[in-house]
C-alpha cells in the first residue's frame, strides 16, 4: 500500500478524487489530499478473480456515441419509488438518448443499481447505471456488474464516490474496497459498455488529464466531464487527452438550473465549477425556468462543436416533489436539441 493511498480516507490507489478543494484540501475538509503532492498513480491491474474478459456486449448507445449529438439526462426520480421511475421515464423517453442514474447526497439509500436499471428499462429508457465504491465491496460490486450484464444495461459509469460523512447517511460504513478505475476494469471484463469520469478544475490540475489516460486504459470508451467552466476549459482539457494518445468519447456536463433549489443542488457537487455569470443570468431572469432551459441549450450547442465530444450530460437535479417539472425540463432541452427527432444507431 502506498502512503497516498494510506492516508486517504477512500483508500484510493489511483488517487486523487474529483472532490479535492482548490486549496488541495480532502472533500472531508479536515486533511490535505494525499495525492495532490505526488506524481500521476500509473494503472495497478487487479489480481484477477475473474473468469476471463468477456467480449463487449452489443449496444446501439455506441452507434448513437459515432453519430455524435447524444443527450444523457441526470434521472431525477424519488429514490426507492418505483412509481416516480415509470412517471418520470415516461416524460424523458421521447426526448433523450440515455438518462444516467447514480446517487446524490441527499438520498444514499437507493434500490440496487441492477434493479434500477431494470425498472429504467421498463419505463422505455436506455439506462446508462452510476455504481460507486463506496458503499459496495469487490465481490458484491462484481456481482452487480453480473447482473447488469445479464440485463443488457446500456452503460455503467464507475465512480469512487464521495464520503458516507457529505451525505443523508453520515452513519453508514464507508467501504472503498476499490476505486474508480479498478471498477472501471471490472466493468470491462464484464463486457459492458463503461464510462469514467474526470475534474479538469480540481487539484492538480496539471495532472488531471495524464490520470484520465490511466483510467481509460482500463478499456472505459467514454469520459463524463465534470463541471469546469464552460467551453474553453473543456476545449483545452479534450486537446490535453487526446495529445497523450487517448480517444475516448467525452460527454461534457451541462449544468441544468431552472431556480433557487436547483442551484443549490447543482452547487453541492464535489469539483462544480459554472460558466462566468451562467447563474446570475437564470436567477435574475423574468422567467428563470425558459432561461435554464435556453442556457442549457446554448451551452449544449457550443460544447458539442469541439472535437472529441459526442454529446452531452444535461446534469442536476430538483427539490423534493419537483422531480416531474424539472423531468419536463430535460426533455424540453432534449427536444431543442433535436432528440425529438431520434436517429437511429446504423444511420
Known sequence: MS????????????????????????????????????????????????AGTAEPAPTDLRGLLRRGRVVVADFPGV????????????????????????????????????????????????????????DRNRVALEGELAALAHLGVDAVHCVTGDHPALGSRADAA???????TQLAELAVRAGLLTSVGESPTAPPHDQRAARLVEKLSTGAEVCFVNHCG????????????????????????VPVVT????????????????????????????????????????????????????????SGGSAPGAELPFAAALAEIGRRLGVDAPISADG
Open 3 to 50: 502512503t497516498a493511498t494510506a492516508a486517504c480516507p477512500k483508500h484510493m490507489v489511483h488517487g486523487p478524487c474529483g472532490g479535492v478543494a482548490a486549496d488541495g484540501t480532502c472533500e472531508l475538509g479536515d486533511r490535505r489530499c494525499s495525492f495532490v503532492d505526488v506524481p500521476v498513480v500509473l494503472r495497478h491491474p487487479l489480481a484477477d478473480g475473474a
Open 230 to 253: 464552460g467551453l474553453a476549459p473543456v476545449r483545452a482539457f479534450l486537446a490535453e487527452v487526446r495529445d497523450r494518445g487517448a480517444d475516448p468519447w467525452f460527454l461534457p456536463c
Open 259 to 314: 431556480d433557487v433549489a436547483s442551484a443549490e443542488l447543482l452547487a453541492s457537487f464535489p469539483g462544480f465549477v459554472l460558466p462566468p455569470g451562467f447563474l446570475e443570468r437564470i436567477l435574475r431572469a423574468a422567467d428563470p425556468e425558459e432561461a435554464g432551459v435556453a442556457a442549457a441549450v446554448e451551452l449544449s450547442e457550443e460544447l458539442m462543436t469541439v472535437p472529441g465530444v459526442a454529446g452531452v450530460n444535461l
Open 79 to 134: 429514490a426507492l419509488d418505483a412509481g416516480s421511475v415509470t412517471a418520470v421515464g415516461r416524460v424523458l423517453a421521447p426526448s433523450v438518448h440515455a438518462v444516467l442514474a447514480g446517487d446524490s447526497p441527499r438520498s444514499r439509500v437507493q434500490f440496487p443499481p441492477a434493479y434500477r436499471a431494470a425498472l429504467l428499462r421498463a419505463a422505455g429508457l436506455r439506462a446508462w447505471t452510476g455504481l460507486n465504491c463506496r
Open 174 to 180: 464507508a467501504v472503498f474496497d476499490l476505486d474508480s
